[in-house]
C-alpha cells in the first residue's frame, strides 16, 4: 500500500477538526425528508486496499445514497451489456448542467449523455436486465449496490414516499427519454426503480466501501468479491471525472483532483485508483447540492496526502 494506515489516520483526523466547524450550506429542501435530517452530522471513512477503513465522526449515520447511487448501477450495465453498449445507448459526455436538467435531454440528439445524471440514470435502470420484471430487476439494483458496499442496505421508506410522492421533474424526464427513444423499458417502472436506488440507505463507512472497491479495480476490499472486470475500472472512473459534480466538475478537479461523485442526501464518494476510496458525508449543500463540508474534508485529505489522479503535487 502507498500509504500507511497512521497517515491515512493522522489526515482523516485533521480532516475532521479543521471542517467540522464550517457552517455554510443547507439542508436540501425539495425533497421534504432530507429537509428534516440533523445538519451538524459529520462522517469521514477511509477504505483501503488491504480492507481497513478509517473512520471518523458520523460514519454510522445512515442517510440516503441518491445520486450517489448512479454509480453502482451503471456499473451493473457494463456488466450485463459490456462498456460499448452503454456509451451507445446513454454515453459518456459532461451536461455542463444541473442533475436534473431537461433542457440536456434536448441538447443531445441520440442519447442522454451520461449514467451519472438522473436522464441517464433512469435509462440505466431501464436497461437492467430482466427487462420488463420490475420485482427481480429491484433485487439484481438492490444486491449489487449492496455487494458494491460490502454489506446490506435497506430503503428508507420515508425518503422513498417522500420522493415518489414529489419527483413530477423526473416524471417529466423519464416520459421526455420515452419521446426520444432513450428508455429501453416502461418508463413508470424505470423512474420507480430509480427512486427506490436513490432512496436506499448508507454509512459513511458503506459508501467508503464501495469507493474502496473502484479504488480496488473492481474487487471488494472487505469482502474480497470481485464485482467487475478489472478493465472497466477506467471506464466507470473517467465518467466520475467527467460529471461527478455535475455543472462544476471541472471546478472540483482543478481545485481537488480526485474523481468523486456527490449527492444531495449529503455524501460525496471520492476515488484515488489504486490506493483509497474516500467517503465524507454532512447535509448542508451548496447551490448545486454538494455537500460543503464533505467537499472542504476531501480536499484536505488529498491536499495531505499529496495526491492528485492528474499527476504528482
Ligand atoms: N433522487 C434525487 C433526484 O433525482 C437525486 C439527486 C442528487 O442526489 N443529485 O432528484
Same mark, same amino acid.
Given at each position: 500500500m502507498k500509504f500507511s494506515r497512521e497517515q491515512i489516520t493522522d489526515a482523516v483526523k485533521e480532516a475532521y477538526s479543521k471542517c467540522v466547524n464550517i457552517q455554510e450550506g443547507a439542508n436540501a429542501d425539495y425533497i421534504p425528508y432530507l429537509k428534516n435530517i440533523p445538519s451538524d452530522l459529520f462522517g469521514i471513512a477511509v477504505s483501503l486496499p488491504d480492507g481497513t477503513v478509517v473512520e471518523e465522526g458520523d460514519t454510522g449515520y445512515i442517510f440516503g445514497i441518491v445520486s450517489v447511487s448512479k454509480v453502482p448501477t451503471a456499473i451493473l450495465v457494463m456488466n450485463q451489456y459490456g462498456p460499448d453498449i452503454l456509451m451507445d445507448k446513454i454515453g459518456a459526455d459532461a451536461t455542463g448542467l444541473p442533475f436534473n436538467s431537461i433542457f440536456a435531454i434536448l441538447l443531445e440528439k441520440d442519447h442522454p449523455s451520461t449514467p451519472l445524471v438522473n436522464s441517464g440514470a433512469i435509462s440505466a435502470c431501464s436497461m437492467v436486465q430482466p427487462v420488463g420484471d420490475s420485482n427481480k430487476k429491484w433485487s439484481v439494483i438492490?444486491?449489487?449496490?449492496?455487494?458494491?458496499?460490502? /454489506?446490506?442496505l435497506g430503503v428508507?421508506?420515508?425518503?422513498y414516499r417522500s420522493e415518489s410522492e414529489t419527483n413530477f421533474n423526473n416524471r417529466s424526464i423519464a416520459w421526455l427519454l420515452k419521446n426520444f427513444n432513450r428508455i429501453y423499458d416502461?418508463?413508470? !417502472? /424505470? !423512474?420507480? +426503480?430509480?427512486?427506490?436506488?436513490?432512496s436506499l440507505g448508507v454509512t459513511a463507512r458503506q459508501l467508503a466501501v464501495c469507493a474502496g472497491t473502484l479504488a480496488n479495480n473492481g474487487t471488494n476490499p472487505v469482502t474480497g468479491d470481485r464485482l467487475y472486470p478489472q478493465e472497466y475500472t477506467s471506464k466507470i472512473v473517467s465518467l466520475i471525472a467527467t460529471v461527478g459534480f455535475y455543472e462544476h466538475t471541472g471546478n472540483w478537479m482543478y481545485t481537488a483532483g480526485i474523481p468523486a461523485k456527490t449527492g444531495v442526501g449529503g455524501g460525496i464518494m471520492a476515488v484515488m485508483p489504486g490506493d483509497f476510496g474516500?467517503?465524507?458525508? =454532512?447535509? &448542508? +449543500?451548496?447551490? =448545486?447540492?454538494? =455537500?460543503? &463540508?464533505a467537499q472542504a474534508a476531501i480536499k484536505y485529505i488529498v491536499e495531505k496526502l499529496g495526491v492528485n489522479v492528474y499527476g504528482c503535487r
Open positions: 438492490h444486491d449489487f449496490i449492496q455487494k458494491m458496499c460490502g /454489506s446490506e428508507i421508506e420515508e425518503l416502461d418508463p413508470d !417502472l /424505470s !423512474l420507480d +426503480l430509480y427512486t427506490r436506488q436513490c474516500i467517503a465524507a458525508f =454532512s447535509p &448542508k +449543500l451548496d447551490e =448545486s447540492g454538494n =455537500s460543503v &463540508k
